[in-house]
């Protein structure tokens, strides 16, 4: 009888690697389901290209660091990428920009790093910002909700959009992303900003159709459902609640504060919560285990930063919304925050 | 007028730089070990003369003085590479091609074929054998620095280089390495 | 504000941080009542079970022992006695696999019960209050009780330590965090009361404000007995725990009881806390009230593929083999046994390792309850791991840097305040064996902390030595300016000689029986032949490492430069030719050699012994000249390397069979030479002068081989001739080389002859050594002058090497009638060099060398042995007098020794 020898502890908690993926993209889908229910299909195509993509990246850059593919693919990291790539990308986008941003975050972010584990960088969000600096016109114009489209688009219509920058019948991309007053759809928050901007207030910024009661009509359903994704994580102790807490908390007070200042240019806390990619960043990004901070201390301050640079960007930045440059900036300080951030180790220091 | 401003400006800022450089490097200077005992505290002291110096010391000397850095076959790739960092030089693979990680031995002297010829005691370059003439030898194997510098002056070749046994105190964990040996 | 004191008092708990929740299975084990077994064929007693050092062997292979019986006798440096466990008789000592994750050998005992199970005289204690401390502490020593928790820490050390510091709190763990263990708890549930019996005894020897017993709450009868049993003694406080792994870690059970913090690189008892297993209090109750030792603990058998898993009283000893078999035992694929728990036990490599004090587990689960661990993949720096760690350390942190051997890095993020618990591996959703990571990481820093002291001293001894030598030959100079000046020098040196002489006569008469001894000895190891094959071993393994060395430079040099060899093919075909023909040349001259010398040693014993030691130089040389082409052969084996190998692995072997044959006759001449002890100083003189030559000669062969190597590639044509030329040329190095062996051998001889003149045998004897080393560099340069070598031919190469085969084979005949004829006339031929230039050089060199050989051993014969013994270490110990004393106590001792076996010998020899 020949026994087998291994090294203690001989027993598993069960929670693997692509456990942990799977979770965190199963907690996606409410938000996907709101997102496509209000701005269209588009978002599904987009999810299915960008799955495709980074699939097939993936799999290209194993081969060429000879590595096995499957044992690598499977544990599900690269596939949340793209979910996170793929709900961040406008819903009719053309297709090409999702698959440069895809290739982007898989090849380069990724697996010139080292693969999973050395990233510097959250590979998702690395690869929103390449998109959004260059091909700006593409990445900011949104697609308004189904409600108020001036030509509604149906399920084929998005497909054809997507390949061909154009529906069946010819009408282009411009137009078919119109509002039904006339105006181009753009996000809520880039439009309190452009008019803010122009001397209006907040209050006659949001006097609009695409505004509902606390945020962009839609925009506040979507952050709701991944808030409830999020906490779903938090539940079952997928990420911790160091991050997502500071995020929101920090972001809420300095937006208080704003409006408390200056009602007339400021933008309210509820507006701020709601809008944009707050709860996705908060739950979904910021918490990317690694690029981010890894001591408990360390992820309250790098919360709280990335919470403050949202605020920040968002009311004195260039662009309407800044979680992506908020995780990418804290992404470089995480080696000096983990620095100065280390846990008092047991019976070192003063103590009773 | 301006330039003149400019340039009395860069001036007195270029002086007053300087000057707090110039304290900081009095005020904040770093002892540091020459770098000959630096070399030395690396190598490990087996003073086998393997590099071609007779001991350990000459051989720090003369890296410092820009000689290769792979020439100590008992200090191994480890040791390579580590004076390769301090002297900020390639690591280069051991010359003579020895292994990379050498394997530790100690002398010991066959005390039965031992005809007490000292020749034993004068080569060891550290004392670790005892002994007198015409009486045997032995080694004292805490130490010996398995040099290997004993076994040519031997005339009768009573002296072996022992691998030293691995003890449930040296044991470093390999698992996969535990010999199987099942009766039944 | 409460004080610490009254919150422990009220019953507050604090929180460790991190830990986990693996499922319990303790339901298991826990139904049945603690059972017994049958005894087992064998038990097998490491002497060490513990934290410190072995116990003095009392008994030997055969004794009979009772039961309860120490078997070894506790002495310093924590150590601590083991005893029989039942009646029987010791049936062996020696080494067995042992009870730790490594199972290397550790010295046991093995003892055979007799099945009387019949006890020593116990004598129990009645009232241990009327004991005083140090009486205690003895019965406790002496029981040879170790922490039963699993560390095994010396208890007596530990109910000692209240001398040093007082202790506030006595901790017990009754905790048990590990799954499946159960053995503290039925043992709870069982022996409450025995318990509570230790608890106070330990509260009398430590007299602490409070004992505070820890038991999670998973365990409520386990609560109820110890309650039940403490209730008279209110000092005596039970805690239930939360349950979370692992609370019962020594220093988690002291944050969570008394919010304490053991720091770092320290021990409890500087928090004034001291924790005991329930185990280790039961066995001292056990050792006092009842007079019985430790010899049998309660093992928890568990796991899927164990019939009835339960708790059994083992014997120590008892193999894990028996103990599985008790319960029944039904193996799967890929088993795992594992000694301990499943989070910080290590699976055994065989089942026939024993239980020893330590052992509270075995569990051997089914691949199902204990997953075997996927594969490791990628970090991703989730965290999980820390926050689980009780230690709040960062594994994950340190498992980079143990991964990128950064140990300066790993100490500074404490990787020795890691408890191995095994936590962060649990939790790890990349399973990575982050424990097996640290371990290691220890492992190799504790080896290069001792490596780093060990070379500091060898810095220390080697500069030490070097100062000596500088005094030495200071001193040596200033003592020549002396004697150049003192004018009635030659008048003090005849009286000083002829002191010497007398002081030599004297000491060669002592020093005959040692002699005498030394070379029965040696013949004693000729005759069994043991000691000799293990020689060529080892040197044969030295050769082969160093050729390895030579032919990976070799292959590089190949694959750097091929065209640099001028043979192709056909030349390294030739060469394998070459040297096959050599070998078989060789080995053919060896075996005449072999029984013209054993022919020519029958009737005296001395020349046997010499043409031995010649046989087996003959053997060496051939050996090392064998591997000499054959890594010729790797060198010009550019385009096949493998064939080449090959080849040269055949040669070798042939070499090898050749050497063992001529050891093999040599082997049956010393017998002979024992026989007669006549003359047993000379004899042994000779031999250590063959073994010298043996030596001289192989280092000859490999210079004589270097030389034809480098001649290799030098010259192609006329290879034919040039072959004949070199091998005429080699046979007559060596008949020069053996003629000046066979005079130096005569001169020895004639010298240790006549011992009423030491200083002209010195001489002689150094003159001897000269000429024999002449010889050697003579035959060195000719072989470097060598034209060519037959390896190297590119034509007719069959018909070359067979000429050059032939032509060796006669220079050979040649050189052995030149020896025999040197035997007869050493003047004539020791006059016969055929380079009058080189042998004027020679000379000279000869002549000086024999006026330092003459001085030195004028100086030896001056020096008393106790002098020479002062010379030799007085250097780097010469500041501390203590230590050269001790160690010329050893050499002493070692010498007394030596006579000792000089004389037992003696007596042993009929003759």
């Not at chain 1, 804290?330 to 003063?350: F, K, S």
């Not at chain 2, 030898?137 to 070749?157: M, N």
């Not at chain 3, 894990?320 to 301990?340: D, N, S, W, Y």
């Not at chain 3, 661990?373 to 994950?396: H, K, M, N, V, W």
Request: proline share 6%; aromatic share 4%; charged share 25%.
């Amino acid at each position: 009888m020949k026994l087998t020898m291994a090294s203690s502890p001989h027993n598993h908690s069960h929670k693997t690697l692509s456990r942990l993926m799977l979770t965190v993209i199963a907690a996606c889908i409410p938000g996907i389901l709101l997102q496509s229910y209000f701005f269209g299909p588009g978002t599904l195509f987009q999810l299915l290209l960008a799955l495709l993509t980074v699939s097939a990246t993936e799999a290209a850059m194993m081969k060429l660091r000879n590595r096995p593919v499957w044992p690598i693919l499977s544990d599900g990291s690269a596939w949340l990428t793209a979910v996170l790539l793929a709900v961040s990308i406008p819903p009719l986008a053309p297709w090409w920009v999702t698959v440069i941003g895809c290739v982007f975050a898989i090849a380069i972010v990724k697996q010139l790093y080292g693969g999973l584990g050395f990233n510097l960088f959250n590979p998702a969000m690395a690869a929103y910002v390449l998109l959004l600096i260059s091909f700006p016109v593409q990445m900011t114009s949104w697609t308004p909700i189904t409600e108020i489209q001036a030509t509604p688009l149906s399920a084929f219509d998005q497909l054809t959009l997507i390949f061909t920058e154009q529906t069946l019948s010819g009408v282009p991309l411009a137009e078919a992303r119109q509002v039904i007053d006339g105006t181009t759809s753009a996000t809520p928050l880039d439009h309190v900003k452009t008019a803010v901007s122009q001397n209006l207030t907040v209050s006659e910024a949001t006097d609009n159709v695409a505004f509902g009661d606390y945020a962009g009509q839609g925009w506040q359903w979507v952050n709701l459902a991944y808030l409830l994704g999020g906490l779903y994580l938090l539940k079952t102790k997928v990420i911790n609640w160091h991050i997502p807490v500071a995020f929101i908390v920090t972001l809420a007070v300095c937006s208080g504060i704003g409006y408390v200042v200056s009602p007339a240019t400021q933008a309210g806390t509820l507006f701020h919560l709601l809008s944009g990619a707050t709860m996705l960043g908060a739950f979904f990004i910021a918490t990317d285990p690694v690029s981010a901070s890894t001591t408990n201390r360390g992820r309250l301050i790098y919360g709280a930063l990335i919470g403050l640079l949202v605020y920040l960007i968002r009311h004195f930045g260039g662009y309407p919304d800044a979680v992506a440059f908020a995780v990418l900036i804290m992404n470089m300080a995480v080696p000096l925050i983990d620095y100065y951030t280390q846990p008092r180790t047991y019976g070192h220091g003063a103590s009773s | 007028m301006t330039l003149f401003y400019a340039l009395i400006a860069i001036g007195a800022l270029a002086l007053a730089f300087g000057l707090i450089l110039g304290y900081a490097a009095v005020k904040y200077r770093v002892e540091s070990n020459p770098i000959v005992d630096q070399v030395d505290a690396i190598l490990p002291q087996t003073q086998c003369g393997q590099c071609g110096y007779p001991g350990c010391r000459p051989y720090a000397e003369a890296i410092a003085n820009g000689d290769d850095v792979n020439k100590c076959p008992p200090g191994g790739e480890a040791t390579v590479k580590k004076l390769a960092d301090l002297m900020g030089v390639e690591a280069k693979p051991l010359a003579g091609g020895e292994e990379a990680e050498p394997i530790k031995k100690v002398a010991y002297i066959r005390e039965d074929e031992c005809i007490g010829c000292t020749k034993c005691i004068q080569a060891c370059p550290v004392d670790a054998i005892v002994g007198a003439t015409r009486q045997m030898h032995t080694v004292i194997a805490d130490e010996c620095t398995g040099c290997d510098l004993c076994v040519d002056p031997c005339p009768v070749d009573c002296i072996d280089m022992i691998p030293v046994a691995q003890t449930v105190q040296t044991w470093k964990w390999q698992i996969d390495a535990i010999p199987v040996k099942q009766i039944d | 504000m409460e004080t610490l004191l009254e919150q422990i008092e009220h019953g507050k708990l604090w929180q460790f941080p991190g830990g986990i929740h693996p499922p319990e299975q303790k339901s298991v084990s826990n139904q049945a009542s603690i059972g017994r077994i049958p005894l087992p064929d064998y038990l097998v007693l490491p002497l060490k079970q513990h934290i410190g050092a072995n116990g003095q062997l009392l008994v030997n292979k055969g004794d009979s022992v009772l039961k309860g019986q120490a078997l070894t006798r506790p002495g310093a440096n924590w150590s601590l006695p083991v005893h029989a466990p039942t009646s029987g008789v010791i049936s062996d000592i020696k080494p067995m696999p042992s009870a730790h994750p490594s199972a290397l050998p550790e010295l046991s005992i093995v003892l055979t019960p007799d099945g009387e199970d019949s006890w020593c005289e116990l004598c129990p204690v009645s009232d241990y209050t009327q004991l005083d401390n140090q009486a205690l502490i003895d019965i406790i020593h002496h029981a040879g009780i170790a922490g039963m928790g699993g560390a095994g820490f010396p208890t007596y050390v530990k109910a000692d330590s209240a001398k040093h510091k007082p202790v506030e709190f006595l901790v017990v763990n009754g905790v048990e965090c590990e799954p499946y263990i159960t053995a503290d708890d039925l043992l709870m549930r069982e022996h409450a009361e025995q318990i509570v019996q230790g608890i106070e005894i330990m509260q009398h020897l430590l007299s602490p404000e409070y004992v505070l017993v820890g038991i999670e709450t998973n365990k409520p009868e386990a609560i109820q007995a110890m309650t039940a049993a403490a209730a008279h003694n209110s000092k005596i406080l039970i805690r239930g725990l939360p349950v979370k792994y692992p609370s019962g870690g020594e220093k988690q059970l002291i944050q969570v009881l008394t919010s304490k913090e053991v720091p770092s690189g320290g021990i409890p008892a500087d928090v004034g806390v001291l924790v005991q297993n329930v185990g280790t209090l039961f066995a001292v109750s056990e050792a006092v009230c009842k007079g019985k030792p430790l010899i049998e603990r309660v093992v928890t058998v568990t796991g899927n593929t164990i019939q009835t898993p339960q708790n059994v009283w083992a014997l120590l000893g008892t193999e894990i083999k028996h103990l599985l078999t008790c319960q029944g035992f039904e193996p799967v694929a890929e088993q795992r046994v594992i000694m301990g728990g499943p989070m910080m036990g290590f699976t055994l490599p065989t089942v026939r390792i024993p239980v020893v004090k330590t052992t509270n587990c075995i569990l051997a689960p089914d691949n199902q309850e204990l997953a075997v661990a996927g594969s490791e993949q990628a970090c991703i720096r989730c965290s999980a791991c820390a926050d689980a760690c009780p230690q709040t350390l960062l594994p994950q942190q340190l498992q980079w840097f143990a991964k990128g051997k950064e140990y300066d890095k790993l100490e500074e993020h404490n990787l020795f305040d890691c408890i191995e618990c095994g936590a962060c591996a649990y939790v790890c959703p990349s399973e990575i064996p982050l424990v097996q990571y640290y371990r290691v990481a220890k492992a190799e820093i504790r080896e290069q902390k001792l490596e780093k002291v060990k070379a500091e001293r060898a810095k220390e001894r080697f500069e030490a030595r070097k100062e000596r030598l500088e005094r030495e030959q200071e001193e040596r100079q200033n003592r020549h300016k002396r004697s150049a000046r003192s004018s009635t020098r030659s008048a003090e040196q005849s009286d000083k000689v002829s002191a010497a002489m007398e002081r030599v006569k004297q000491k060669k008469d002592s020093q005959s029986a040692v002699q005498a001894a030394i070379e029965r000895a040696k013949a004693k190891k000729a005759a069994d032949g043991t000691l000799e094959p293990d020689n060529s071993e080892v040197a044969l393994e030295r050769a082969k490492r160093k050729e390895k060395a030579r032919q990976y430079k070799a292959e590089k040099d190949a694959q750097a430069a091929p065209e640099m060899h001028a043979g192709g093919e056909g030349s390294r075909k030739d060469a394998v030719a070459a040297a096959i023909a050599r070998a078989k040349a060789k080995k053919a001259a060896q075996q005449n050699d072999a029984t013209d010398s054993s022919a020519v040693t029958a009737e005296d014993p001395r020349k046997a012994a010499v043409a031995a030691a010649i046989a087996r130089a003959k053997a060496k040389k051939a050996a090392q000249q064998d591997d000499q082409p054959a890594q010729q052969q790797s060198d010009e084996a550019d385009s096949d390397p493998r064939k080449a190998a090959v080849a040269a692995a055949i040669a070798r072997a042939k070499a090898k069979k050749a050497a063992k044959e001529t050891e093999q006759s040599t082997d049956a001449e010393p017998a002979e030479t024992s026989a007669e002890p006549e003359d047993p100083r000379k004899a042994a003189v000779a031999a250590a002068i063959a073994r010298a030559k043996a030596k001289k000669a192989a280092k000859e062969a490999e210079q004589q081989a270097d030389s034809e190597s480098a001649g290799t590639d030098a010259e192609p044509e006329d290879p034919r001739k040039a072959a004949v030329a070199a091998a005429i040329a080699r046979a007559k190095a060596k008949k020069a080389a053996k003629e000046t062996e066979q005079s130096t051998d005569a001169e020895p001889a004639e010298t240790s002859a006549e011992p009423e003149d030491p200083r002209k045998a010195a001489v002689a004897a150094a003159i001897a050594r000269a000429k024999a080393k002449k010889a050697a560099k003579e035959a060195e340069q000719q072989t470097d002058a060598e034209p060519a070598e037959t390896s190297a031919e590119p034509e007719d190469p069959r018909k070359a090497a067979v000429a050059a085969a032939i032509a060796r084979a006669k220079a050979k005949k040649a050189a052995k009638e030149a020896e025999q004829q040197t035997d007869a006339e050493p003047a004539e031929t020791s006059a016969e060099p055929e380079d009058p230039r080189k042998a004027a050089v020679a000379a000279a060199i000869t002549r000086a060398k024999a006026k330092k050989a003459a001085k030195e051993a004028e100086q030896q014969t001056d020096a008393e042995p106790v002098d020479a013994l002062q010379s030799t270490h007085e250097a780097p110990l010469s500041a501390e007098e203590k230590r050269q004393a001790a160690i010329k106590a050893a050499v002493a001792r070692a010498k007394a020794k030596k006579q000792a076996a000089a004389e037992d010998q003696e007596g042993n020899d009929p003759s």
